[in-house]
Nanobody, 127 residues
Framework: VQLQALGGGLVQAGGSLRLSCAAS????????VGWFRQALGKERELVAG????????YYADSVKGRFTISRDNAKNTVYLQMDSLKPEDTAVYYC?????????????????????WGKGTLVTVSS
């Protein structure tokens, strides 16, 4: 599966952006997909994840209530709607896919890695 993250850019605090993770080469239907981010000087962290259909979701505490992850299997795409953006949301955002949502939930241990990664897209939130 090839993944491409799109939709990053510069936005003012309080604004919104929608990121898209477009998959090709194989249907994304059989994969859980996560959005990760890496800020300058920090480790990559899981922001939001969605399981294979019907789509159980997970959100980091820092984005709960502000970000929404969704998937459109017909379009082979996973989205991350980001509202009420804050300067601390500034980071490179990556999407990644794996057969199970468990992998992304354990990613922070350093013992697990996602099967497929896309190149990142930069999100900059100005104050």
């Amino acid at each position: 599966v090839q993944l491409q993250a799109l939709g990053g850019g510069l936005v003012q605090a309080g604004g919104s952006l929608r990121l898209s993770c477009a998959a090709s080469g194989r249907s994304i239907r059989g994969y859980a997909v996560g959005w990760f981010r890496q800020a300058l000087g920090k480790e990559r962290e899981l922001v939001a994840g969605i399981s294979r259909s019907p789509g159980t979701t997970y959100y980091a505490d820092s984005v709960k209530g502000r970000f929404t992850i969704s998937r459109d299997n017909a379009k082979n795409t996973v989205y991350l709607q980001m509202d009420s953006l804050k300067p601390e949301d500034t980071a490179v955002y990556y999407c990644a896919a794996d057969r199970t949502i468990v992998t992304m939930l354990r990613y922070h241990t350093g013992l697990y890695d996602m099967d497929y990664w896309g190149k990142g897209t930069l999100v900059t939130v100005s104050s």
